[in-house]
């Protein structure tokens, strides 16, 4: 798994000066984490842009902090401005990696749907991300649901059908439905 990087610089700037960043295509974010100093740091919003696209929440990125060392970090939360929709503000999380953490990993759903297709079925996605629990370098940033198997309106896909590591632990029961088809209305 190759290491997704970031550069960020530290911020001394906080409240409402932030702005005068945010016109330099700075975004403001800060670093906490377990036994970690919160930290302010500034991200390039261009670079950040690119990150988020390819890690989304549930994949690990290398901080490089000018000054710090690198460090080992989640994206926690995004903000956005209501207006423009752009980043607004960011929480990273600093992770232990000798520590399992909790979190959720989003499900993409692939393939196409033999019932959907030749029945003229509907596709109901039951859930779209699964908590997890597993070391860090063990999580994975997306679980791939084929929905392919769906062939005829009695077949589902539960959480025991998907292909996950043995060392990433599902917080949630093996028999819980993730997608099925149910027949059209007439």
């Given at each position: 798994?190759?290491?997704?990087?970031?550069?960020?610089?530290?911020?001394?700037?906080?409240?409402?000066?932030?702005?005068?960043?945010?016109?330099?295509?700075?975004?403001?974010?800060?670093?906490?984490?377990?036994?970690?100093?919160?930290?302010?740091?500034?991200?390039?919003?261009?670079?950040?842009?690119?990150?988020?696209?390819?890690?989304?929440?549930?994949?690990?990125?290398?901080?490089?902090?000018?000054?710090?060392?690198?460090?080992?970090?989640?994206?926690?939360?995004?903000?956005?401005?209501?207006?423009?929709?752009?980043?607004?503000?960011?929480?990273?999380?600093?992770?232990?990696?000798?520590?399992?953490?909790?979190?959720?990993?989003?499900?993409?759903?692939?393939?196409?749907?033999?019932?959907?297709?030749?029945?003229?079925?509907?596709?109901?996605?039951?859930?779209?991300?699964?908590?997890?629990?597993?070391?860090?370098?063990?999580?994975?940033?997306?679980?791939?649901?084929?929905?392919?198997?769906?062939?005829?309106?009695?077949?589902?896909?539960?959480?025991?059908?998907?292909?996950?590591?043995?060392k990433v632990t599902v917080?949630?029961?093996?028999?819980?439905?993730?997608?099925?088809?149910?027949?059209?209305?007439?």
């Amino acid at each position: 798994m190759t290491k997704i990087q970031l550069k960020a610089q530290a911020r001394d700037i906080t409240g409402k000066k932030v702005k005068q960043g945010r016109r330099k295509g700075l975004i403001p974010a800060v670093v906490y984490g377990n036994k970690v100093k919160p930290k302010n740091v500034w991200v390039n919003y261009v670079d950040f842009n690119k990150v988020y696209k390819n890690a989304g929440e549930s994949t690990l990125i290398e901080l490089d902090a000018q000054g710090d060392a690198k460090s080992s970090v989640l994206i926690h939360e995004v903000q956005n401005d209501p207006i423009t929709g752009n980043f607004s503000h960011i929480d990273f999380f600093q992770v232990r990696m000798d520590q399992k953490l909790e979190t959720e990993v989003p499900l993409e759903f692939i393939g196409e749907s033999g019932a959907v297709k030749s029945l003229g079925g509907v596709l109901i996605k039951s859930i779209d991300a699964i908590p997890v629990s597993c070391l860090p370098a063990d999580l994975p940033p997306k679980i791939d649901v084929d929905i392919s198997k769906l062939a005829t309106f009695n077949d589902s896909i539960k959480i025991g059908d998907l292909k996950i590591s043995e060392k990433v632990t599902v917080q949630i029961e093996p028999e819980t439905v993730v997608a099925n088809v149910i027949p059209p209305r007439s």
